[in-house]
């Protein structure tokens, strides 16, 4: 994750220590209207409803009398669901220490897991794996802000029963990878995506002769950097031909990095702060200046060149706003950065994650509320805490950080191609099962880009999707056990599937799909594991059956229309900027992008989370 701009971040300090944030409580009549119109819509969602209340705990007992995996190969890794720091509800049955790369039990490279096996009868051979991105941000920022057993998210008090939990549906694993990530430690050997897999695929065999999950399905999941690990992962799986320990089933992954930096983040970017220009309220001068720059760029005229359906072609190497070497010219490159300047300088707490974020900024256990680091005097990082790290077999010794200080790939660079080029679509056509998600609000990659890049994939022997996204993401209705992890229904966002592929724009989500839109990541998983149809199905969730569906059509999708509308282009002003010679270089990767990126004159370094 995050960001780092000292420069920005000063007078922002300055500001926030000035401000005091009144904190009044929250009511209707705040705003004119009665109080009964919030406790009727409580009522009706049976958000205090005792009994299912009662219910959720007993669940949670019964899955801590029977552990499942517990035998003499991993009593060491047992981890006692009562003894975990601040969380004062048995989190059941799970498992966390660290295994080799290789087979030899005194290989010092090491990745560390936590395992929580699911009580979910239909769970019985399949595992998920959950990572995170960066590179180097933790897979435990997942567990415990996203879809993992317990959560303490950003702000609030203590750590919560997780209703979305991943878990109540299969088993799930989270994995700090590669070494140097979080609690994973060795030697930081990697240069490639290629390397990454191969220390994946050493530590998994380990896994899987630990925990007897020989033959177990396999279902590759994450978010962000992941969109280069895990379809490298995958496809490094598929290669082995081995199904005992790697039958990749299925992948899913949330606002991924899959294709070049110039169309994931700057070519949508100003189309993106037209959509929501309500959310980036710019000053007259500045809205000028930076259309004019996208359009001396030819950003916008390439998002309507190439977002159609079927695509308009393969993409060339060199693109809009590049240099005839396939760098990105400084001005364009410097508009997406601009943005994010201009965005902080109006809302501090703008969060690049979030697009709809304001101030405060919100205590947060990890150190990372939002586009920046941020902990309140006297507040501890979690997994910092040495009574954390004994419950969960972590090195004491280790010094843990949401994102990796030091480099996880050799001089941070990253030298494989992007993941769109070969391993995503090899996945796709070897499982025939796989979901990109991504979240409307997010900006450190922008749901355009990533339909631009699959429109520029070629997999099922064809290029691209051949017709529009627009079938709706139906969430079903449910009973919310507690205001702790409540979350929403009904129709939130867009779903297209071919061929094997399936996209789902998430309406009000953030860059964190299973954090902002929890309700909707479960049914991705549900979707994914081939317990539904469909993603527009309106049966409903599987483990809340009772709860009756509307009838009838749902009608379409809601997330923002990711196409260009063909009848109304305006014809490309620029046709021949970016040449249609192809060029060595230019399909240079996202983290060349990166490592450009900290060149320029604000000097902000993204992580993706
Ligand atoms: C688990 O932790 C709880 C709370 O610290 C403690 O009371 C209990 O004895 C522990 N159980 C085991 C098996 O260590
Ligand atoms: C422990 O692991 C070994 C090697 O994978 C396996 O042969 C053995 O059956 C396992 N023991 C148990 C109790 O599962
Ligand atoms: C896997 O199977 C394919 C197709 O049969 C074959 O080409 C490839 O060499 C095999 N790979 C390994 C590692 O055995
Ligand atoms: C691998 O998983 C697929 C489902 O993706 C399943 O049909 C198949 O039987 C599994 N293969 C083995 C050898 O377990
Ligand atoms: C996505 O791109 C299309 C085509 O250019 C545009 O119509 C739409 O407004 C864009 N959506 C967002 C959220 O930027
Ligand atoms: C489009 O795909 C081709 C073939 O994979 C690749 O060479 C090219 O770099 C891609 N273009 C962009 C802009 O990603
Ligand atoms: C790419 O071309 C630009 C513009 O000609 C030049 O400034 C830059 O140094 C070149 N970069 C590389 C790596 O060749
Ligand atoms: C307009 O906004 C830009 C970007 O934040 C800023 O640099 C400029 O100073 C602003 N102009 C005025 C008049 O506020
Ligand atoms: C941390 O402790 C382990 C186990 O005692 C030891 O092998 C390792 O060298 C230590 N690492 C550091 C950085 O001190
Ligand atoms: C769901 O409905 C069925 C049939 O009406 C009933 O037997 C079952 O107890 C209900 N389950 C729950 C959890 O309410
Ligand atoms: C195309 O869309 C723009 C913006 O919505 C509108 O101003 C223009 O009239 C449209 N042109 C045609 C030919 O429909
Ligand atoms: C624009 O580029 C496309 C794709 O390369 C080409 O087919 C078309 O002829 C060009 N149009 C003009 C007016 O140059």
Known sequence: MRWTNKNIWQPVLLTAAAASVASAARSLRHVGKSDDLLSSLYDRASIFDEMIYSEADEDLGKRATSPQFLNSNTSSFA???TGIPDVDFDIGESYAGSLPLSSSPNDPNKLFFWFFPSTNPSASKEIVIWLNGGPGCSSLEGMVQENGPFIWQSGTFLPVKNNWAWNKLSNIVYIEQPVGTGFSVGTVTATSEEDVAQQFLGFWKNFVNTFSLQGYKVYVTGESYAGMYCPYIASAMVDTNDTTYYNVSGMLIYDPVIGQNDVQDNI????FVDYW????????SFVADIHSRDSSCGYTDYLNKYLVYPPAGQQ????A????????KPDCAALYFDIVSAALQVNPCWDIYQVATTCPLLWDILGFPGTIEYSPAGANIYFERQDVKKAIHAPLNVTWSECSNGNVFVDGNDNSLPSSIHALPNVIDHTKNVIIGHGALDFVLIANGTLLTIQNMTWGGKLGFQSPPTEPLYVPLHDDPSLSSVAGSGVMGTVHSERGLTYVGVSLSGHMVPQYAPSAAYRHLEFLLGRVPSLSSTESFTTDKNVTQPAGSIGNGNAPQGYADVNNITAATNNNT??????????????????GLMALPLSIAAMLL
Do not use: H, M, R, Y
């Open 79 to 81: 981890v006692n669901g």
């Open 316 to 319: 060339p190497n060199v693109i």
């Open 578 to 595: 970016g040449s249609k010679t192809s060029s060595a270089v230019g399909s240079g990767i996202s983290l060349v992008g990166f490592v």
């Open 321 to 328: 706003g590049q240099n005839p070497n396939g760098t990105t």
């Open 268 to 271: 949508p970017a100003v189309t």
């Open 277 to 284: 220009t309500g959310l980036f309220p710019f000053n007259d």
